[in-house]
């Protein structure tokens, strides 16, 4: 297996809905990252764990709060959104040498 | 973190070999460097990585001069499908101390393929 999978594939929210996106891979990789991808943009990194620890958070607001439950499941808790934060939303994972998996992706609308 | 400059975009023909260039003149000593592809509303594909001289894989070759402040993608005969946007990363590994260099992208180069 050599796919990270992303679910919900699309999600909308109203502002004081909370939600969840969910992220898996199965090989073996020991860490893991969330990036937030705006139209037209690069991809910006927001999470980055390594041996289910959160090892880099890149200043992402509080109402956006991950989880690692185990080595191959990533979280990523949604709460309070604004329409801003609509985006697509990736999920990575990766060997040491760092040649990153990226998952399809979910589609986030907030309303 | 070294800094990554590409072409905003390139256009080129079917069947022809396209070559896209990157800069990164603060590449560090463990820094290496990283190409994906990303087709729009999907995540970014690996498609190769190198530290220096030159790689070569099924999809693509990357050229690194000896000074490493550059490097150049080479996708050989590309088709309609390889119209994509390719990003150039540079850095070392940050989970085991190294920078974050190559979880940065930039703007990267739009390539388009036409017919």
């Known amino acids: 297996d050599t796919e990270v999978t992303q679910t919900p594939k699309h999600l909308v929210m109203g502002m004081t809905n909370k939600k969840s996106l969910k992220c898996e891979q199965h090989m073996g990789h020991r860490a893991m990252y969330w990036y937030k991808q705006k139209a037209k943009k690069p991809p910006e990194l927001m999470f980055v764990?390594?041996?289910?620890?959160?090892?880099i958070n890149e200043s992402v607001p509080s109402r956006f709060s991950p989880e690692c439950p185990n080595s191959s499941l990533l979280n990523l808790h949604l709460h309070a959104l604004q329409p801003e934060d609509s985006a697509l939303y990736l999920c990575a994972s990766s060997r040491r040498d760092n040649e990153q998996f990226f998952g399809p992706g979910t589609r986030l609308t907030v309303l | 973190l070294a800094k990554t400059t590409q072409p905003i975009s390139m256009d080129s023909y079917e069947g022809q070999e396209v070559n896209i260039t990157c800069s990164h003149n603060?590449?560090?000593?463990?820094?290496?460097i990283t190409w994906y592809q990303q087709f729009p509303s999907q995540g970014p594909r690996f498609i190769i990585q190198?530290?220096?001289t030159k790689v070569t894989n099924e999809v693509a070759s990357l050229f690194i001069p000896a000074d490493r402040k550059s490097s150049t993608l080479s996708l050989p005969r590309v088709s309609l499908s390889d119209t994509a946007v390719y990003y150039c990363?540079?850095?070392?590994?940050?989970?085991?101390?190294?920078?974050?260099?190559?979880?940065?992208f930039g703007k990267g180069t739009k390539l388009s393929v036409k017919p």
């Open positions: 603060n590449i560090a000593t463990n820094d290496y």
């Open positions: 190198g530290y220096k």
């Open positions: 764990y390594s041996y289910e620890k959160l090892s």
């Open positions: 990363l540079v850095g070392d590994d940050p989970i085991y101390g190294g920078s974050q260099g190559n979880l940065i």
